[in-house]
């Protein structure tokens, strides 16, 4: 147990930080691609193609291209995340799968001050499937169902969980909103208790908008995340100015984590290829996350 409670205090000082989740799940908090975590991680109504599936189901749509994406995220003490993702449409439903893993790896066990008397890796996996489903006009709602998996030294658990979403396109003139409750459900026991979820919900809002004449297009998003183990309230806000359909800038601010609050990144869009990478920097001295990642649309 003491093996399990190092690694649950390694993951406080940085997922716990990221997330404001005070759960032993919080890498599924981590964030699918780029474009939203520089956006203040608003993929509840920013979330675009086979990311869209990670934050909002609902906001999965048969009439967007099939698209794949790679997510690659580092972070401190050697925290390692990784994502793949796909959307695609059968039978005119819209589908996304995606797959998660998160590893630390040698991480030093010591009893007393001194040598480490061992070392050991620590691994968490998440794979699902989601739909949408257009109810009338621009309103679809969506669902996800996930199996998530942790190994802490000789200790494993699984789980069943679930995502619920709502989205509404193009209210009117260029606003759009979102809404999720995320990771319902439960892991069996990891040797005597089961790892909470990190449950929470999410509402966004976006405004789209042109300015031809300097050949741009901008996105201006706000929205709020509530963590059901927490009693704080997180407040989101972001832009991104996109510039001839070639290169984005973004930026983002979230309101109640201790370490973080400003977001930023930047992308490429080259044909069919897009490169995206957001900078996420923290205080008190726990370093910087880096993502990077690349789709490709069919």
Same mark, same amino acid.
């Given at each position: 147990?003491?093996?399990?409670? +190092?690694?649950?205090?390694?993951?406080?000082?940085?997922?716990?930080?990221?997330?404001?989740?005070?759960?032993? +799940?919080?890498?599924?908090?981590?964030?699918?691609?780029?474009?939203?975590?520089? +956006?203040?991680?608003?993929?509840?109504? %920013?979330?675009?193609?086979?990311?869209?599936?990670?934050?909002? !189901?609902?906001?999965? /749509?048969? /009439?967007?291209? !099939?698209?794949?994406?790679?997510?690659?995220?580092? +972070?401190?003490? $050697?925290?390692?995340?990784?994502?793949?993702?796909?959307?695609?449409?059968?039978?005119? *439903? @819209?589908?996304?799968?995606?797959?998660?893993? %998160?590893?630390?790896?040698?991480?030093?066990?010591?009893?007393? @001050?001194?040598? @480490?008397?061992?070392?050991?890796?620590?691994?968490?996996?998440?794979?699902?499937?989601?739909?949408?489903?257009?109810?009338?006009?621009?309103?679809?709602?969506?669902? %996800?169902?996930?199996?998530? #998996?942790?190994?802490?030294?000789?200790? &494993?658990?699984?789980?069943?969980?679930?995502?619920?979403?709502?989205? #509404?396109?193009?209210?009117?003139?260029?606003?759009?909103?979102?809404?999720? #409750?995320?990771?319902?459900?439960?892991?069996?026991?990891?040797?005597?208790?089961?790892? @909470?979820? !990190?449950?929470?919900?999410? =509402?966004?809002?976006?405004?789209?908008?042109?300015? /031809? &004449? *300097?050949?741009? $297009?901008?996105?201006?998003?706000?929205?709020?995340?509530?963590?059901?183990?927490?009693?704080?309230?997180?407040?989101?806000?972001?832009?991104?100015?996109?510039?001839?359909?070639?290169?984005?800038?973004?930026?983002?601010?979230?309101?109640?984590?201790?370490?973080?609050? =400003?977001?930023?990144?930047?992308?490429?869009?080259?044909?069919?290829?897009?490169?995206?990478?957001?900078?996420? !920097?923290?205080?008190?001295?726990?370093?910087?996350?880096?993502?990077?990642?690349?789709?490709? /649309?069919?």
């Amino acid at each position: 147990m003491k093996k399990t409670l +190092l690694v649950l205090f390694i993951l406080s000082i940085n997922l716990f930080c990221q997330t404001g989740g005070k759960t032993g +799940l919080s890498f599924l908090e981590l964030g699918f691609g780029a474009r939203n975590t520089a +956006l203040a991680d608003l993929g509840v109504i %920013t979330g675009k193609g086979a990311s869209a599936q990670i934050y909002n !189901p609902a906001l999965l /749509d048969a /009439d967007n291209s !099939p698209q794949i994406v790679f997510n690659h995220q580092t +972070l401190l003490f $050697d925290v390692s995340n990784q994502m793949i993702g796909c959307n695609f449409a059968l039978w005119n *439903i @819209p589908f996304a799968a995606a797959v998660q893993t %998160t590893s630390i790896n040698d991480i030093e066990v010591r009893l007393t @001050p001194g040598d @480490p008397i061992s070392k050991f890796n620590a691994h968490y996996f998440m794979g699902s499937i989601s739909t949408g489903y257009r109810i009338f006009g621009g309103f679809s709602a969506g669902i %996800t169902m996930k199996y998530i #998996y942790e190994e802490l030294f000789t200790d &494993n658990s699984n789980g069943i969980a679930f995502d619920f979403g709502l989205s #509404y396109k193009n209210l009117f003139n260029g606003f759009n909103i979102g809404a999720s #409750y995320r990771h319902l459900g439960s892991m069996n026991n990891l040797r005597n208790e089961a790892s @909470p979820l !990190p449950e929470n919900f999410r =509402l966004g809002t976006s405004y789209n908008f042109s300015a /031809d &004449n *300097i050949y741009s $297009d901008f996105t201006i998003a706000c929205g709020y995340l509530k963590y059901n183990s927490s009693n704080d309230n997180h407040f989101q806000a972001a832009g991104e100015i996109v510039i001839k359909h070639f290169l984005s800038v973004r930026g983002g601010y979230i309101t109640g984590f201790d370490s973080k609050s =400003l977001t930023a990144g930047a992308g490429i869009c080259w044909g069919r290829f897009n490169f995206d990478y957001s900078f996420i !920097p923290y205080k008190y001295d726990l370093g910087n996350s880096h993502t990077v990642s690349v789709s490709y /649309d069919f």
